[in-house]
Each structure stands twice: as C-alpha cells, then as structure tokens.
C-alpha cells in the first residue's frame, strides 16, 4: 500500500490520509464490520495487492458535505485501498477483489451503500471504478475547480 501512495499517488505517506496503512490490522482487521484482503503471487509470496472495505462514510471536509450526509458512517461500506502492482494489473485481480468485498457488505446486512472516491489521474483507476459503478460526484466539475477526486457508488448486489 505504501508503494502505491509513493509510486501512483506521488503524495508518499501522509498521516492523515494514510494511518490506516501503518496499522492495518487495527483499521481492517479487528472491527467486526471491516476487512482487508491480501493478494500472494504464488511463486514468491510476494503481496500484488490489496483491497478494503471499512463502515466510515466520507468525511467533510476534506469531501463535501453533500456526500458526508448522503453516505453516513455505520450504513455506508467505504472500499480503500484498492491497489495492484502494476506488473499484475489488467488480469482481473482488483474486480475479483471488489466483488469479494461486495459479497462481505452485503452478507454484513446493516450497510445501505457502497462509497469509494478515486484519484482519476492514477492510470486505470476511472475507467475501472466506471464499469462497476456510478459516479455520485466528480470535483473537478465544481465551479472554480475542485480536487482531483471522484466519488462513486457501487451497487450492493454487484
């Protein structure tokens, strides 16, 4: 994970967006209602990739507040971190993922959505985050120009 915020992100580690990379286990593993998943390259052992699903909506700010209140923590299922290596990217991996961690919110019962934003500068990630979802709200149509950053849902029964 901290690969990907230095390699595609080109932000490195930023505390505050990315403590629950530092921690996983207490962000992903120890709340009932969250999961991490872990892909292994089979021959090494080596991890080409990661998915999550945690039950905090968007916070505003940094995200706005028509999106904090449509997407409420507790009933929103929140996907982060999902990321692949580029050498493993384009065989299906993060969708098999994805649907893993939709099998998971929906067999949760108490989430009523599924909320991710996506940084659309990161090759890929639009165009992916497109064919499973809807965008919900896109900064960069914000007048004045907003972040670089779209908002999707994904529906539950995906």
């Known amino acids: ?23 996983p286990a207490a962000a992903y593993l120890a709340p009932a209602r969250h999961t ?10 080596e991890v080409v990739a990661t998915a ?7 916070a505003h700010p940094p995200n706005p507040r028509a999106l ?11 996907l982060r971190r999902v ?14 993922l994805v649907h893993e961690l939709l099998a998971f919110a929906a067999a949760d019962g108490d989430y009523r959505a599924v909320y991710l934003h996506t940084d659309p500068a990161v090759p890929g990630a639009e165009d992916f985050w497109r064919s499973l979802g809807k965008v919900v709200h896109d ?14 849902e994904i529906p539950m029964g995906r």
């Open 139 to 152: 900064e960069r149509e914000e007048p004045g120009g907003g972040q670089e950053i779209v908002h999707f």
């Open 68 to 78: 904090a209140e449509r997407y409420p923590s507790g009933e929103t299922a929140q």
């Open 52 to 58: 999550a699903l945690d039950s905090r909506g968007p």
């Open 1 to 23: 994970m901290l690969d990907t915020v230095y390699r595609d992100f080109g932000t490195g580690y930023v505390p505050r967006w990315h403590g629950d990379i530092i921690d």
């Open 36 to 45: 991490l998943l872990v892909a292994l390259d089979p021959r090494d052992g």
């Open 83 to 96: 990321y692949v290596r580029p050498e493993h990217r384009r065989r299906g991996l993060a969708r098999r």
